[in-house]
């Protein structure tokens, strides 16, 4: 009796392997993904683990793994099986019956922009003996934008009215014959072209049309993000596009006309370039060029960044830069020399305060970063 036993316990042993070895990762699945397309810097979202085995044959031990930048860091009770070092590790261990799919959600806090991918995933799985160890490799096509993050609104409101400012100096309100405001009697100083003839026909005296004097914003922000300063400032830096992007949004709700660019690579570009027409709807597509912006690849001149744009002249000039030196202060004169409204933003902290407290035909404006 004991031979047989052990005859079946061997002949058991070498089935279940041979199974394993040949069938264990047969109609087996891992998708990772998030369950949002995009979220802002500083949101918390989910990353979403799918094991599936889809046959008769049970898997008592598989192992996932993957890795995915450090500035998702993964909060609460998921970071029990994660490990930060250049990368942040992840590591889980499914038991599935037959035909059985396991969903676990994973809370992930998104520290900073930028564009996020997954491209595979390692799957380790073993028999019932945990005798042999069969490796899996399974891409994944897995990505998160992670969109600057919003700003002070009434910080923002602040640039807005000196933006607003400067087009008053810059452009005279003139009037604008799509803005009908009525009818009124005629005077000596009125052109010809503004008696309404139809009106004064009626009445028996002359009438002019009257319309509400207008002028039409265009502003322009230049995102300089140049940084060669033997001392980083990643901070500035970041708070500048975060600028941006929540600028550029409260000026799209005003209807203003806005080209935004910005002397670093994006999404493929040597350089940002969005130009946004008022109720184009176009501020998502702004907002994943910001994210795909590489502060710190190949930073280009501005004015190599100014030769790429097309805008006519009277746009107002906002240059956000947090240098400080001659050659940003050159090309803020420079602008301002050709005619444009510039406002000159500066992110400032306690380790870097603002040095530079004025420059001719230049508003500057100082931001705190907290």
């Known amino acids: ?22 069938y264990w990762d047969f109609r087996f699945g891992v998708r990772i993904h998030f369950t949002e397309p995009f979220v802002y810097e500083g949101d918390r979202t989910c990353l979403v683990e799918e094991i599936t085995n889809d046959k008769r044959l049970p898997l008592p031990a598989v192992e996932v793994r993957f890795a995915m930048d450090r500035s ?10 994660s490990n930060i070092t250049d990368q942040s590790y992840r590591r889980d261990i499914f038991s599935l019956f037959m035909n059985q799919r396991v ?13 996020y991918e997954i491209s595979e995933a390692d799957v380790v799985g073993h028999d019932f003996f945990f005798t ?4 899996l490799r399974v891409e994944q096509c897995t990505q998160l934008y992670v969109y600057p993050g919003p700003v002070d609104v ?6 807005c009215q000196a933006i607003s400012g400067q087009q008053l100096v810059q452009n005279r309100l003139y009037p604008d014959p799509f803005e009908f405001a009525g009818i009124r009697e005629y005077r000596p100083s009125d052109p010809q072209r503004q008696i309404n003839w139809k009106a004064s026909a009626r009445s028996g005296e002359l009438l002019v049309n009257q319309y509400d004097s207008t002028t039409n914003m265009q502003v322009r922000i230049l995102l300089d993000l140049r940084d060669e300063g033997i001392w980083k400032r990643d901070e500035l830096v970041e708070e500048s596009i975060r600028i941006a992007s929540s600028l550029a949004a409260q000026l799209t709700k005003k209807s203003v006309e806005l080209e935004v660019l910005a002397n670093a690579p994006s999404a493929g570009q040597p350089c940002l370039r969005q130009h946004l027409r008022p109720g184009a709807g176009q501020m998502q597509e702004l907002y994943r060029a910001l994210a795909c912006l590489d502060a710190r690849g190949a930073v280009v001149p501005m004015e190599q960044a100014l030769a790429a744009s097309t805008c006519e002249s009277g746009y107002v000039q906002v240059l956000l830069s947090h240098n400080q030196d001659e050659e940003t202060a050159q090309l803020a004169r420079s602008l301002a020399q050709a005619g444009s409204g510039v406002l000159w933003v500066v992110p400032v902290s306690h380790r870097f305060p603002l040095e530079r407290q004025s420059v001719p035909g230049v ?3 100082p931001w705190e970063v907290e």
């Not at 998702?72 to 099986?81: T, Y």
């Not at 042999?132 to 490796?135: G, S, T, V």
């Open 1 to 22: 009796m004991m031979v047989l036993l052990l005859a079946g316990v061997g002949l058991a042993w070498l089935l279940q392997k041979w199974l394993y070895e040949n």
């Open 72 to 81: 998702l860091v993964f909060a609460g009770e998921a970071q029990d099986n």
């Open 154 to 159: 009434s910080r923002i409101g602040l640039v």
């Open 103 to 115: 969903v676990r959600r994973l809370p992930v806090t998104c520290r900073r922009r930028g564009v």
């Open 132 to 135: 042999k160890r069969h490796l």
């Open 363 to 365: 508003r500057v404006i």
